[in-house]
């Protein structure tokens, strides 16, 4: 491979990768500002999901990350090198497209060969290659089709060995699993995670599916209108949410807030949460409400439950409750586990 | 251009001519060029006037015109009104092959654009004449046509020709077709041979005599194929199938007519009007050399070939012309006797009656509109007098335009 | 593979005329049948053969006997076809030096028009939109200017290129694309291509020439078959060029010799057709392999079938 | 290869800017072609256009506005932009119709569906010189098979190129052939629509021909539009091939449209500056009809 | 509304609409069998939702309820009454389509009122009618936009509203939330809820996601390969699955399937199912494993388990377990709810 971040890569080219930092990143689409001064710290082998509603401004900070598109602000520095000035194929990065992009004219093998050929790799060598990381994401038998012949999971496996056969030093992933159905979407998951293991190497993977945050990263990170809301470990951004928004974004459903406590009680000028999983039925619970729906889910229930000063509160429960809407319930907070924000900036107190 | 290395020099020759006069010409180039070592000539052939005069806008436009090319005597005033022809009068005086005496007075004549100093080198001599098909008139039981006959014989065999698809005449409808019954009627086509303003169709009554005759072949008589039966099977093609008795032509359709094998046939001159002459009209082509190219002596040294003995005969041996040089014309390589029409000498007889049209720059101009206008009238889709009259009219402005320098 | 049928099922769609309307009449059977079978074959069968009418009238037309005078009533084929019109072309003029001509022009224009309005329209895919928007304006203003407003005076570029009398004035209106029209169709095409692909390649390190030759152009081989077969048709039709720019005889091309042949007797009708016949086949030939692909029901699972 | 130290001053943009650059890069070949092959000769033929250049010689003078004057009272050039004017009216809606018709009514996928196809494109290749021949034939008033099927309805058929207004409508009908490249377009860019579409329509009670009026149309409205311009312009300026080889002009200067006329002017009668002058008229006229073409149907969205 | 199944819908045309009877329906495409005789029963203004994985047939059953596509074999009757004969439009169906089929050339009001213009309902009358669909779907100040001006969830409103307007008797649609990304999915559905308690219309609701088939509908209809597998209300289809395919099918994750019980007990010749909320954590269990991952969800994780046989088990956990990959635990089965397949055939005993 020539040029680039080789260097900063360590021995065999297989572990590791590059640490990625991000300063201070700002960019702007005409008058959209998509990001607002972004600060990142990805250590090198770790694999960080990003995550955020549609138009925060995920996709953009990958595309400055690859050099497709240049900051107005701001510095990237792959392995501790600014990469400002480095055309995107000497970056050493590796994209998966939400889309994919694979060439549909090419067969798979095509596809995994293109990038190794405007490259000049010799024959051999990238036709080992290409063997290599298709028998590493098992498409070793799918390297004569063409990309219309195959499912949606197939395709994003080739996409991912198209990645792999780069042997870069960073992966970003731009929602590789989005337009996969849910069931695929769960094993592919599981996919990605092995393959994350097997090499190690630095991976950016974003999201907007909070539970494929959750489940996927070793770390977090919410992003929100073109700004880094909360890095951490998932568990523990879902239990210190920084603000209401990082508050109600993880989790499903999302975690009751009730404006100055009312029921859960609390002061006024305060928001007071409270995760569904917390709030339980108890015959003796000192919440009255009505049930107005509940929802099965087979292993679980959602009850939505309207109290009586017409706050709306969702718990989640057992799956065979016997209540039907109309039901006078009553709730318990489990104690300990209300998370409290300030009314005005929605910052977690 | 004459872009020659030290030892040969190149000449551009364009012509136009059917496929067949165009291997003529070939032939004539490759003795050229046997006998001129250091020349080359680049033959450019194209296929009608309306192309050759693209092609020439084209690269006298451009700057880079041929050395030689070869105009009617119809269209050369275009040119030679803006200067755009070296005049060839200075060379055939200084000429140790060629000289003046030697060709047609006529012919001459139709290409000396000021009357007086010889523009272009006229290559032969073609007149209008009547094809005749013997064997539809010894069907008839009547008379061959000869030197000197009438209208009234004319219409006459014509009539009697004339019954279901055989017709006893073909003629397009055209100015040069029409002009020559008007001189030998002693009418004149235009107020003025040199400085024309206007056609004189209507207002000459000896033309305007001459003018219902022809337009009566057609209204009246309808011995000419109607106007369907024309554009279906050309007079032409009527004539090689045996079903038109007689067909004005020049020299140009011998070669097509002597494919036939069916009837025998002969020219004749053009019937005479009642106490007229026996006038025929000129159809002639002439070598023409481009002004103000460095240098002419490669283009002459073509020209001096093509208009001597050698050449012309590699010409008339093509029996589409007659040439020019009255010598060549009267040797047998023209007449032939062992070809068809046994009467060639029908062309050399009728060149001292021959005239011209008008050379003016617009004369090319002013017959094409003439002619669309005379077709309309000929085969009775307008008035005839109303015809004629809009001819007149919307012909006249055209004698006015300007070209160049020329009328100013 | 479900997925893919559909998929490509979803993309030709369902045209009025096909599997909606069919099932939306609600007539009684019978009746349906028959406006049916009217509508989905009697009416395109009877258009189809309005327009092949005047090929067929060419071909039969150039199969009759010389000298014979045509037929007064419609003849589907005429009563002792033969082929003596053909064999008299050689003889009238030098056929196959013309032949050889146009082909050699032909086989020089028309990659020449492929590559330059390939290139050009893949240049549009890549710009801004307001840029893109300024050169397809630019674009019209060049569709505007008349042919006949640069004949005369383009020859003066050639004189002073030093190309007059060659092929390369024949080849101008391949550097032209021949119309801007073929570069809006490649356009129009390469809008087809996600512009994640064009990333993706461009991260793999691939220039923008490679990305254009590896990857747009196989994926748009419909329309640079429509291209070809246009480029085809123009540059073996051209008759101006090479009147205007070619002066030796034996350079030039199909076109010019038919001219001659209007020439020898504008009635000659069997000559005539069989010279139109002559001229058409080769478009015609070219056009019969393409529509395979182009005119199917869908042309890009036509082109797939092709390359498996 | 290793990273500079120091960034360039002007960093912003030059990722973009690749891009637009390259994009500029691919079209400059084509760009210096047109400006070689056709701004710089179209300039020239505009200058001409003042000058009384005949073409033959090499010396034009300016002479202002003469051939304005010229051109003001000449009849055969009224003439000419009547029969462009009328031949514009009929041909342009006519081809856009039987190239929109046909592509719609063979959209449909159906056995034998590329041979009809085939058909309907198949004149599209015939050579110029080759239609306008072929027509002198269809149109003979004797042999011509348009007559003789005529004659199956019991009418006697016409002269056609020896009438003005039937041999305009000659020239119409021969241009009525040559439409495949309208009819492939559209072919294209139906195949295109949303099947999904058409469904929800047929759902919501709307039949084939209301589909057509309220989906197809429509949704083609664009490629419509650039069609009819592209036809226009065609029409008006580069079909004269086949025109000049059927009438050249005739009779009575009914089919003498404009670029005949010019090339009349231009190449046989000397008048070259004239003809450019001409040249002028012809793109003004076709711009005008394309500008209002254009706000005509600006309410469409087209240019969204 | 002109002719069809009006005479089928009660007083106020507002509530029940008109039942829906499939009887042995088949169809076929080319080769492919999509539909192997169905046989289905959708009661009056009831809710129904067709699950199934990718091309297992769904949309092909809603295309022919709405006469869109003809049946090979079988009838459809819709309020009891035969409409093999009636074209699409007669039939007084309407049909929300996965990709919302918005003409895009017309403006939201246009698209809503495109229907009625050409059933030629009177101006007035059908301004009414949009109107109010707009309201009752909150897209009233969103009429005048293109659908290329829209965000997804706001097309697929649009989508509904157009479909409201109809007044239809049944209403067909077909994953009208596969396209929103999980956020709005939520928020999507409950409004769809809200929307059927209101009007009270018999629907049909496609989807492959199994959770939104078990919070939406009234009863679940599974369909595998073109037949129906099991219909039932969500819960008791998610508790008693007739065969394993629809075991594993609902649930997320997958319920455990062991072949001859193997850890779990049983018999050979049959295969022993348990879903991974059944099996719990238990220093003392009977179960011996190690730990492979941990997936949290924030509120639950999702424990992989290798047992010392080699058999694979999920485990649905606590959150915030501090298990490592790789750690020894011990599980034990919840008794009574182990599920048994006959091995063969795979249908529950
Ligand atoms: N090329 C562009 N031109 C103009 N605006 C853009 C462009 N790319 C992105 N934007 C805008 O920048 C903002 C951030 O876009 P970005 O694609 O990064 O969002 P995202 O988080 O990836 O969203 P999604 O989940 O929908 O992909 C959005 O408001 C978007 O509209
Ligand atoms: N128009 C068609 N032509 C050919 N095959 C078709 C067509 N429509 C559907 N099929 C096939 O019929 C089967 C059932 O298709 P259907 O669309 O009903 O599946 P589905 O359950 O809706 O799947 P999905 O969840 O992917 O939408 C599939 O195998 C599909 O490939
Ligand atoms: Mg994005
Ligand atoms: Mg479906």
Redesign the interface.
Known sequence: M?GGLTGARNGDGRSGGAGIRLEKLSKSYGRVRALDGVDLDVPAGELVTLVGPSGSGKSTILRLI?G?DRPDGGRVLVGGQDVGELP???RS???V??????????SVLENLL??M???KVPRAEARRRAHDAAARLGISDLLER?P?????GQRQRVALA?AVV?EPSVYLLDEPLASLDAQLRITTRADLLALHRQLGTTTVHVTHDQAEAMTLGDRVVVVHEGRVRQEGPPQEVYDEPVDTFVARFLGSPPMNLVAGGGVLGGEPETIVGLRPEDLALDADGPIEASAEAVETLGNEAVLLARCLDGTRLTARTEPRLRIRPGDAVRLRAIPGRLHRFDAGTGRRL | GTTGSASTTDI?V?LFG???E?TGY?SMVEAFEDENSDISV???????QD?LM??L???F????P?DVFLLNFRRYGQFAAQGAIEPVQSYLDDSEVLDESDFSPRALDAFRYDGDELTCMPQNLSSLVVYYNEDLFDAAGLPYPEQGWAWDDFLAAASELTSGDHYGAGVAPSIIRLAPFVWSNGGEIVDDADRPTTLTLTRDPATREAVDWFLDLQLVHGVVPPDAEE????S??RF??GTLGMYFNSRVAVP?LRTIDGFEWDVAPLPVAPGGEPVSILHSDAYCMSAGLPDQDAAWRFIEFAMNTGGQEILAESGRTVPSRLDVAGSPAFLEPDLPPRSSHVYLDVEPYLRATPRTATWSRVERESNALLEEVFYGRVDREEGLRQLEDSVRPLFDLQVGDDGS | ?????R???????????????E????RRPGTRRAVHVLG??A???L???L?????W??VT?SLRPA????????EILPPEPTLAAYTRLPE??PLFTYLGNSALVVAIAVPVTVV?AG??G???????RT?RRR?LVGL?V??????????????????LAGV??TFIPLL?PA???VSP?L???YAWSFGGI?E??L??????????L?I?R??AM??VR?ATL?VA??AF?FH??N??DP???????DRYTL??G????????????PL??A??VI??LP??V???FA??I??????LAAL?GGRR | MTAPEVAPPDTPRRARSD??L??????A??GL??A???A???L??VG?AFTDHT?LTRDPQFIGLDNVQRLTSDTFFRDSVEASLFHVAVSVPLRLIAAVG?A???????P???????????????????LA???L??L?P??G?LN??L??FGHSGFNWLADPSTARVGVVLMLL?PIG?GF??V??A???????L??AA?LEGC??FG??RRL?LPLLAPVLI?LA??DT?LTL??NF?PAYVLTDGRPANATLYL?VY??DQ??EFSG?AY??LI?IV??VI??TI?VAQLLAVRRWRILR
């Open positions: 020539s690859a497709l995107p194929h000497r990065v590796a994209m497209f939400q889309d994919y992009a694979l060439y549909p004219h090419l293109f990038g050929r405007v490259r063409h219309d012949q195959m499912s949606g198209r780069r | 551009t364009v059917d496929a067949e165009i070939q680049t033959l450019s052939p194209v296929a009608t192309d693209a092609r806008t084209t690269s436009a451009g700057g880079n041929p554009q279906s099977e050309s032409e093609a090689l199938r097509t | 593979m479900t997925q893919t049928t998929l490509s099922a979803a993309r030709s769609g369902a045209p009025p005329g096909g599997r909606v309307r099932s939306v009449s609600g989905r074959f009416v395109p069968a258009l189809a053969a327009f092949a009418a005047p090929l009238f060419m037309g000298g014979l005078p045509p037929p007064r009533t419609l009238l003029m330059v290139l050009t893949f240049g549009i895919r890549l710009l801004s840029a050169v019209l060049v569709l505007l200017v008349p042919v006949t407003a640069v004949w005369a005076t383009r020859f003066e570029v050639f004189r007059v009398d101008a550097l032209l694309a029209f570069i809006l169709l996600p994640s692909q990333q993706a390649a461009r991260l793999e390190g691939a220039s923008w490679a254009w590896r990857l196989p994926q419909p429509a077969v246009l048709t073996w039709a008759f101006i009147l205007l720019y070619l002066h030796s005889g076109p010019l038919l001219q001659f042949l209007r020439l020898l007797n504008p009635t000659d009708w005539l057709m010279g139109c001229a058409t478009c015609a070219v056009f019969l529509q395979r182009l005119l199917s029901d869908d042309p797939r | 891009r637009t390259s994009g500029w890069a691919f079209l070949p084509y072609a047109v070689v092959l056709i710089l000769p179209a020239l033929n001409y073409g046909l719609l009514l063979l959209a449909a996928p159906r034998g569906g590329r041979w009809f196809r085939t058909a309907v494109y198949l004149p599209t290749v015939i050579p110029d010189v080759a021949v072929l027509f034939w269809v003979n004797l042999y098979p003789q099927l004659g199956l052939f490249e492939i377009v072919l294209a139906r195949r295109m629509l949303d099947g999904r058409y469904e047929a039949g084939p589909q057509l197809t650039l311009v592209r312009i300026q580069v091939v670029p010019i090339f231009a190449f070259f003809a450019a040249t012809l793109m076709t711009a394309i």
